[in-house]
Antibody, heavy 124, light 110 residues
Framework: EVQLVESGGGLVKPGGSLRLSCAAS????????MNWVRQTPGKGLEWVSS????????YHADSVKGRFTISRDNAKNSLYLQMNSLRAEDTAVYFC?????????????????WGQGTLVTVSS | QSVLTQPPSASGTPGQRVTIACSGS????????VNWYQQLPGTAPKLLIY???QRPSGVPDRFSGSKSGTSASLAISGLQSEDEADYYC???????????FGGGTKLTVL
């Protein structure tokens, strides 16, 4: 059974830092790209960052570029999000999500498994 | 302001058919496939439709998706009370080099 378990959320002051982790199990972690997606309380989903299976390709949303860094450790089956210079608007539930490729080909991707999320609150 | 545009709400009675639209542009829906996610209250999003119109194993065939040009839609037939949830469309955006989501549609079963 595929499982994604996030941890590391909490209360942090503006300007502070936090490192989120996502522990993966039930699949070959090193074969999949992974993502972080966040959801502001009561609002919609916002993609944050993507990392390819071997960390060759990394993308960040403009809203977090230069402040957040996505990384992974395939030996530990773990995904990370280092968040620096946190702002009030970064307050959200952060989900990790596995990215899969449509087996029919054509470069079609989708998020097929999501963790339960971890809450990050940025407040003084 | 989300890159993909969805109506904030939709509603229907049990047994009815409802559709939820998702509008984008040439850099996202126009050139990539659309995925739909269902989020029940207090839970993580769940994949509902991928690659415009494919259902993952376990998703009832009451749910269907389609895409035309820079728009997509999700249709739910035979509406049931358990379908009451938030629905999000998503696609990769070639200009932003990132995934974009719709703002979500809250479906109410009357």
């Amino acid at each position: 059974e595929v499982q994604l378990v996030e941890s590391g959320g909490g209360l942090v002051k503006p300007g502070g830092s936090l490192r989120l982790s996502c522990a993966a199990s039930g699949f070959t972690f090193s074969s999949y790209s992974m993502n972080w997606v966040r959801q502001t309380p009561g609002k919609g989903l916002e993609w944050v960052s993507s990392i390819s299976s071997s960390s060759s390709y990394i993308y960040h949303a403009d809203s977090v570029k230069g402040r957040f860094t996505i990384s992974r450790d395939n030996a530990k089956n773990s995904l990370y999000l280092q968040m620096n210079s946190l702002r009030a608007e970064d307050t959200a539930v952060y989900f990790c999500a596995r990215e899969s490729l449509d087996v029919r080909g054509g470069g079609k991707y989708y998020f097929d498994y999501w963790g339960q999320g971890t809450l990050v609150t940025v407040s003084s | 302001q989300s890159v993909l545009t969805q109506p904030p709400s939709a509603s229907g009675t049990p047994g009815q058919r409802v559709t939820i639209a998702c509008s984008g542009s040439s850099s996202n829906i126009g050139s990539n496939t659309v995925n739909w996610y269902q989020q029940l209250p207090g839970t993580a999003p769940k994949l509902l439709i991928y690659s415009n119109n494919q259902r993952p194993s376990g998703v009832p065939d009451r749910f269907s998706g389609s895409k035309s040009g820079t728009s997509a839609s999700l249709a739910i037939s035979g509406l049931q009370s358990e379908d009451e949830a938030d629905y999000y469309c998503a696609a990769w955006d070639d200009s932003l080099n990132g995934w974009v989501f719709g703002g979500g549609t809250k479906l109410t079963v009357l």
